[in-house]
């Protein structure tokens, strides 16, 4: 069992320990056009967590999915109904409390896993594992998947890193596969492609998905996407985050590199 939630205390005592990896799945509850639930990012959060949990078992390395932090920072969807959007440091705090929760029972080894992408957000979570590390009597080690850096980005197919995958086949795929009975069919089948150039539109200051254009909360394809394209992408970020924490925590894989 990785899924701590479902442990009980004795169960959760003897999982932890300074070569157990916990993950922790990071999303947010704000519109995802009118096709996809308010959840999406943490379904899709959730189902990296859960990917990754699989591959460090089959490596040797235990592993245990935390509850997800199911809200963020979403100001982007300013302006439609649904957003629920937590201050910076509200969000720090939290993601900091887990961390040294965790720290004090043992855990040595924090693995974010997040789906939601603004990038006031994804800064808060580099800012508080950066803290962390700098404070030096801190014994976890806490390790960002960030899958909006370029060796990460590329992994995940064209309409990815274009950014305009609000919703979009990207997203679309993902909840298809994870979760399809939140997908409203009816709706999703009719959209028409919206291309917004939404990068490009951060860096000029837009700071909301209405003023960069996308008047119904969603950019990219979603008609394109299909369930079999969001398995590959849930293959392909629990890869992501294997390799990131492959690369963070070398010495937790040493034995089964010895056995292979």
Not at 119 to 146: E, I, T, W, Y
Not at 209 to 225: I, K, L, S, T
Request: proline share 6%.
């Amino acid at each position: 069992m990785t899924d701590l939630a479902k442990m009980t205390w004795p169960e959760a005592q003897a999982a932890f320990g300074p070569r157990t990896v916990a993950i922790l799945p990071i999303g947010s509850t704000e519109p995802h056009g009118p096709h996809l639930p308010l959840d999406t990012d943490i379904t899709i959060a959730s189902s990296m967590g859960t990917g990754v949990a699989a591959l460090l078992q089959q490596a040797g390395v235990t592993a245990l999915v935390l509850p997800p932090i199911p809200f963020g920072l979403t100001e982007y969807t300013r302006g439609f109904a649904g957003r629920i959007s937590l201050q910076p440091g509200t969000l720090w705090a939290l993601v900091e409390d887990v961390i040294v929760a965790l720290e004090l029972q043992g855990i040595e080894h924090v693995l974010l896993v997040n789906g939601h992408l603004e990038p006031a957000h994804v800064d808060v979570l580099r800012g508080v594992l950066l803290d962390h590390a700098q404070r030096g009597h801190r014994k976890a080690h806490a390790v960002l998947v960030d899958v909006t850096r370029r060796k990460n980005a590329v992994r995940l197919g064209d309409e990815f890193q274009s950014g305009d995958c609000h919703a979009g086949r990207y997203e679309t795929s993902l909840v298809l596969a994870a979760d399809p009975g939140a997908v409203r069919e009816g709706q999703r089948a009719g959209l028409p492609a919206v291309s917004i150039d939404l990068i490009t539109k951060m860096k000029q200051g837009v700071k909301t998905f209405q003023d960069a254009g996308a008047e119904h909360a969603y950019c990219g394809d979603p008609a394109a996407a299909t369930a079999a394209e969001g398995r590959d992408l849930v293959g392909r970020l629990a890869s992501v985050a294997f390799d990131t924490a492959r690369e963070a925590w070398p010495h937790l894989f040493a034995r089964s590199d010895a056995v292979s």
